[in-house]
């Protein structure tokens, strides 16, 4: 799949500092020592319905990451999957008595058109779980005849007793598992598994639904944490960086997915460190597309709303704080834009200098953009007050917010 465009991201002087990030699997901080070319997965979208405030937080932690590493005069290689098939996809499909295929094409559609609007920057390799089913397959077909994984009914199951490491990445207690992987697309309470937690690899053909040819798995389509797995290891290899997606990815999806690799090569855990973000709530319930409680990316932006201001919005809170988005979290954004805006368009202004330490230190300490945007304000309020001599300032600021940040002035 195509990705989308790359919005510039300016050099800036002085030296980028190494990301320390929290890792859900030790429950720590690490510090990254990605080497030249840093690796890092996210998890992309299932895409039945627009990219929501709660995406866009997560996909905004994650270009963070791309930007203090890129700060640093690393490259990245980064990889981007879309689950476009799979059953909330298909049900919606249903539901609306549209098209899957058509649907899945147009929220991707829309999903890039946010992106670059919010200036992420695009995945180098962008691949869709149908276009990945070619090497899902022999993976499958590996586990299966290592006996990590068992058929049932056509259908082939991972066996999580396969793992010794199991329960590594997320560290939650069996009730706490089975509780969320049948609240998170799992089968618990299916009869004949040898484990209630077993997630499916591969679901043999049904009445009605796509499938595709899986050699000697029959024709079906894949599961969902095989597909992650797949194209990760195809992309990036075992051992990269970063995995990441929002909290509600760690168990099962990260968990089964760290599970498959360690069962294929023997290694764990697939990724050096696994990020998450905080959930973004609407009415006090979690933003999601199975409860409809949404406010869109795409709607604000055609409601005239700058979408620098949305990212400001989504930089205003930690990216692991769960965190509720009102009118008034976009109301201080805009007007944060827009002091910022004034005092970047003078020629000249304070000192800027500091203020890029003090930005790069905030981001490379666990992402702490709340930290970084209290810099930015204390050099706008002084610019706004006092006024600088320093000629090129607010030049600094503009490419320092906008090469770390995202957002521009
Ligand atoms: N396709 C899978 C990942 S392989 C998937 O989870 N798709 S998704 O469309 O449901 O979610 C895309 C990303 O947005 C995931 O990282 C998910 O954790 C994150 N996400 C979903 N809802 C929220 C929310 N309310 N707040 C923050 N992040 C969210
Ligand atoms: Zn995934």
């Known amino acids: ?209 796509p499938s595709w040819d899986g050699g000697s798995l029959g024709r079906g389509r894949p599961g969902w944490h095989i597909e992650c797995v797949a194209i990760a290891l195809d992309h990036l290899g075992m051992g990269f960086d970063v995995q990441g997606g929002g909290s509600d990815l760690a168990f099962p999806h990260h968990e089964m997915g760290a599970s498959h690799a360690q069962a294929l090569t023997g290694e ?17 319930e979690k933003m999601s597309k199975s409860k409809g409680n949404l406010v869109f990316v795409s709607t604000l932006r055609r409601a005239g709303v700058d979408p620098a201001a949305i990212r400001l919005a989504l930089l205003s809170h930690h990216y692991r704080a769960d965190w509720e988005w009102t009118d008034q979290v976009l109301q201080d954004a805009l007007a944060r834009l827009e002091r910022w805006r004034a005092a970047v368009s003078r020629p000249d202004g304070p000192s800027a200098e500091a203020l890029v330490e003090e930005v790069r230190e905030a981001l490379a300490n666990d992402l702490d953009a709340p930290a970084a945007l209290a810099a930015v304000d204390r050099w706008a309020a002084l610019q706004q007050e006092r006024g600088g001599t320093d000629e090129g300032a607010p030049g600094v600021v503009s490419r320092a917010v906008d090469a770390l940040m995202g957002v521009a002035l």
């Open 268 to 284: 764990f855990p697939m990724a050096k460190a696994y990020v998450h973000a905080g959930m973004v709530a609407l009415d006090g």
């Open 1 to 209: 799949m195509h990705a989308w465009p790359a919005s510039e991201v300016p050099a800036l002087p002085g030296k980028g500092r190494d990301l320390r990030i929290h890792d859900t699997a030790t429950g720590g901080s690490v510090a990254l020592d990605p080497g030249p070319v840093a690796r890092i997965y996210v998890c992309g979208i299932t895409p039945y319905d627009a990219t929501h405030i709660g995406h866009a937080a997560t996909y905004n932690a994650f270009d963070l990451v791309q930007r203090v590493w890129l700060d640093t005069k690393r490259q990245v290689h980064y990889v981007q999957n879309v689950t476009d098939v799979d059953d909330p996809l298909l049900e919606r499909a249903v539901r609306d008595n549209v098209d899957w295929v058509a649907l899945a094409e147009q929220e991707t559609a829309l999903f890039r058109e946010d992106m670059t609007a919010l200036r992420m920057l695009p995945p180098r390799h962008y691949i869709g779980a149908v276009e990945a089913i070619p090497g899902i397959v022999p993976l499958v077909e590996r586990l299966r005849d290592s006996g990590a994984a068992y058929e049932l009914e056509g259908d082939v199951y991972f066996s999580v007793e396969a793992d010794p490491h199991f329960g590594g990445v997320s560290g939650l207690d069996a009730a706490t598992m089975r509780q969320l992987s049948a609240e998170r697309g799992g089968d618990p309470d299916r009869p004949g598994k040898k484990n209630p937690l077993d997630p499916m690899l591969w679901m043999a053909a049904r009445e009605g639904e």
